[in-house]
């Protein structure tokens, strides 16, 4: 039967596809945005971004020297924690695997605090962006990044859901442990993983089990 509905009629494309959608997602090919604050402007010539916390040495770039590192091309779904997913989003930046190539990072760092003009931050585990998992979007379907959609950087996580891709990104600090960011001090999931449906903080494992312990 499977090999009889896989064959034609686009069955095999729609199957694929829906495999791709965590629980509770739908699919949408419209690009929302979702901004808790208004849209900063930054202009490119103060435009900087750091990286400090539990690292030997900080180490900042200007828009142009971040514009110079080696950067990469990323298809991937993205999943917005307000339901909404798309399907192979275009983009190009640097990982964090080139940023961290720039840092000697202390043996304690386990979390990383993400910044951003306009004062948003969100948290993210250190291997959470390792290994091609993170990376600065500097460009969205070929074109520069849009100020709505966090442009002139944004930070890309896509295995977790959207509100851990900071819009607007400045800076990331090396943590030795985890704290919450905006979103997870009101109540959000400290991980935030779409295939284990990690929406709120009641949804985290480790939640869960610090219940059990009291
Ligand atoms: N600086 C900043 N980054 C942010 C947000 C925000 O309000 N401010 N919202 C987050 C949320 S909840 C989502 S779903 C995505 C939305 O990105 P988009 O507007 O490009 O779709 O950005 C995330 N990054
Ligand atoms: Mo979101």
């Known amino acids: 039967m499977a090999a009889f509905f896989n064959k034609g009629f686009g069955r095999k494309?729609?199957?694929?596809?829906?495999?791709?959608?965590p629980p509770g997602q739908?699919?949408?090919?419209?690009?929302?945005?979702?901004?808790?604050?208004?849209?900063?402007?930054?202009?490119?010539?103060?435009?900087t971004f750091k990286m400090e916390g539990l690292i030997e040495e900080p180490v900042q770039w200007t828009w142009e020297q971040f514009n110079a590192l080696p950067q990469q091309s990323f298809t991937t779904d993205i999943h917005c924690v307000t339901k909404w997913s798309k399907l192979d989003t275009k983009w190009e930046g640097v990982s964090f695997d080139t940023l961290l190539e720039?840092?000697?990072?202390?043996?304690?760092?386990?979390?990383?605090?993400?910044y951003s003009y306009g004062g948003y931050t969100t948290?993210?585990?250190?291997?959470?962006?390792r290994n091609s998992k993170g990376f600065i979007g500097l460009r969205y379907d070929g074109k520069p990044l849009t100020p709505e959609h966090g442009g002139p950087a944004r930070l890309v996580v896509p295995h977790l859901y959207f509100w851990k891709s900071a819009k607007w990104v400045n800076r990331l600090r090396f943590m030795e442990e985890d704290e919450p960011g905006f979103w997870e001090r009101g109540g959000y999931?400290?991980?935030?993983?779409?295939?284990?449906?990690q929406r709120y903080r009641s949804d985290d494992s480790d939640y869960q089990a610090s219940l059990n312990d009291d």
Do not use: C, Q
Not at 105 to 113: F, G, K, Q, T
Not at 189 to 197: H, N
């Open 189 to 197: 999931s400290m991980y935030g993983d779409p295939w284990k449906e």
């Open 26 to 47: 739908y699919e949408t090919p419209d690009f929302p945005v979702l901004s808790a604050g208004p849209t900063p402007r930054i202009a490119l010539a103060n435009w």
């Open 13 to 21: 494309r729609e199957s694929t596809a829906s495999d791709r959608i």
């Open 102 to 114: 720039h840092v000697k990072l202390l043996p304690e760092v386990s979390h990383i605090m993400a």
């Open 123 to 129: 948290n993210v585990p250190l291997e959470g962006l």
